[in-house]
């Protein structure tokens, strides 16, 4: 499990913060959210480098075996190639970035 | 060659398939199909393309809708403008992960059967919760799920729902209620936003559950100590959004029976609203009634560790009817993302991201509070998300915003939950100070 790869003593930074410094902080939390809302302890998430995160799931991927690695002679779920240009297809930006709830005429190539 | 380049089949590969069954045509295979049944499936008219024309032809109508990589996007509504980390996208277009079966052979899946339990074990790890299944469709199907579930181990009908909970979950559950005749009654919210914890009923007979949602839908944290109590034995379900569970406190310590969520936060594009990721969590104690597959530890004969399908006969493969749930196979490769994503920004990472979206969320907040014909629509605790009262129309506010580059918020007006024009602004990671100086300022001026 991922678990057990080299921890990192320090975080890694998740976002940007240079103009909302978390370091120092405008405003304190306890300001924003009454403390018994706030979490005490934090998750037992992984915490490890980006490398290691590749080499894991990349070493996880080595013990599967799919469509990609040979016949796959099942049928419930209908094991067949789908072509790779619909994985391309599907992460254009006018796709994947947009959103629900708008108007069908900002989202005309979604509708037609 | 088929017609289409990526069926393997040749026309000598089918005449010889045919040959073996002693037929001589395709349409034979399907001649007990009734002919009145036949004649309604006319084909549609598609002509084979070539890639290159399909990618021209696919492209262009990608180009046609507005999205979040042109827009500065402060919607949300159940649906964030999260930054995606681009390994994801990479790690989960390897061949074994994107072409592999639902894990039923475990010899050959144990790579999709580790990192399912390493999700489920993230997912108890952010909910403070005993138990995970390894996801469900979306945030409002693991809600209603969990309404079901509710229903099952108490035996009772009656659910109490927050008024604030989004609509579109709302949906769901009425949809899964109307089925499994189960009554629903709204509890309403005070002017902080949260649950009104005196409009519960004492009278707790038949009562199955009561179903909230943190932040709700109106971006307002609740306090859910001491809900437990009220409602005696009936299932606390609380519906999380899990970025959030960063910083605040997690359901589980307030006594939640099952907490439930919508891992799009998690590394998933908006991508129109879907595949979305529902996250399901609960006690060990009521193990066999939880809906949904789940990953289990086991050892082999030389002891060495493998993972396995785990309680197998509560699945609708084993049995239909009695299956706890019809949902087994579903969004594993979106649980996939969230795995990724929770492994890659990591345990302190997740605090500082959850801390940043309510910093900034909260500076927005009080810089448009302070705009004349502007006011926070309520006074409770908020995470990345508040509703913002105007007197001005929100369509034409929104209309303004757009021609400037903003996705504005959401209109709250069909919802019909609020009276007045409300608009719900959202605001992530994503976004700037200087963009949320900008958005700000065009409100001032409109």
């Known amino acids: ?112 | 060659m088929s017609a289409f380049e990526f069926i393997p089949n040749t026309p000598e590969d089918q005449r010889r398939m045919l040959a073996e069954l002693g037929l001589s045509d395709v349409e034979q295979l399907f001649a007990d199909i009734p002919a009145e049944v036949l004649r309604k499936f006319q084909p549609i008219g598609l002509e084979p393309l070539s890639e290159l024309e399909v990618s021209n032809l696919v492209s262009q109508m990608a180009a046609q809708n507005a999205h979040t990589g042109q827009y500065i996007s402060f919607l949300g509504g159940g649906i964030y403008d999260h930054y995606v980390p681009a390994i994801i996208a990479h790690l989960i277009s390897r061949g074994e992960f994107l072409t592999c079966y639902t894990p039923y052979q475990a010899e050959l899946s144990q790579g999709t059967l580790t990192w399912m339990f390493e999700f489920q074990t993230m997912i108890c790890e952010l909910t403070a919760m005993e138990v995970a299944n390894s996801s469900m469709y979306d945030g409002g199907s693991a809600l209603a799920e969990a309404m079901l579930m509710a229903k099952n181990v108490t035996g009772r009908t009656k659910f109490l729902v927050a008024r604030s909970l989004n609509p579109y979950y709302r949906k769901c559950l009425e949809t899964y209620a109307w089925g499994a005749g189960l009554e629903l009654f709204e509890i309403p919210f005070t002017e902080t936003g949260q649950l009104d914890r005196n409009a519960i009923p004492k009278e707790t007979e038949n009562l199955a559950g009561l179903i909230v949602q943190t932040p709700n839908f109106f971006g307002v944290i609740e306090d859910l100590s001491g809900l437990k109590d009220l409602i005696k034995d009936a299932f606390l379900i609380v519906s999380v959004n899990p970025i959030s569970l960063g910083i605040l406190a997690p359901p589980g310590l307030f006594g939640a029976d099952i907490v439930t969520g919508e891992g799009q936060p998690l590394g998933i594009p908006q991508s129109f609203g879907g595949p979305l990721l529902g996250l399901f969590a609960t006690r060990m104690s009521y193990v066999r009634k939880m809906p949904g597959r789940m990953a289990g530890r086991t050892v082999d004969a030389d002891g060495r560790i493998g993972y396995v399908m785990a309680l197998q006969t509560r699945e609708q493969h084993i049995r239909r009817e009695k299956a706890t749930s019809n949902i087994c196979t579903n969004q594993a490769l979106m649980a996939l993302c969230a795995t990724i994503y929770l492994a890659t920004v990591g345990r302190r990472g997740l605090r500082s991201l959850a801390e940043l979206n309510l910093q900034k969320a909260h500076y927005l907040a009080e810089k448009i509070a302070k705009i004349p014909g502007f006011a926070l629509r309520f006074s409770g605790p908020f995470f990345n998300e508040f509703v913002v009262q105007t007197r001005k129309k929100p369509a034409r506010l929104l209309k303004t915003l757009r021609d400037e580059g903003f996705f504005g918020g959401l209109d709250l007006a069909p919802y019909e939950l609020l009276d007045g024009n409300n608009l719900l602004i959202a605001v992530t990671e994503k976004r700037t100070r200087d963009e949320m100086d900008r958005f700000a300022k065009i409100l001032k001026g409109a």
């Open chain 1, 1 to 112: 499990m991922i678990w057990e790869r080299r921890s990192l003593t320090s975080a890694p930074k998740a976002a940007p913060d240079y103009d909302f410094p978390m370091r120092r902080p405008e405003r304190n939390l306890t300001e924003l959210v009454p403390a018994e809302l706030i979490r005490k302890e934090d998750p037992k998430l992984p915490q490890v480098s980006q490398i290691e995160v590749v080499r894991h799931y990349t070493r996880l991927s080595r013990m599967n075996y799919g469509v990609d690695n040979g016949i796959y002679p099942l049928g419930s779920c209908t094991m067949k190639y789908n072509p790779r240009i619909n994985e391309d297809m599907a992460r254009l930006a006018g796709f994947a970035y947009a959103i629900p709830c708008r108007a069908r005429s900002s989202l005309k190539g979604l509708y037609d």
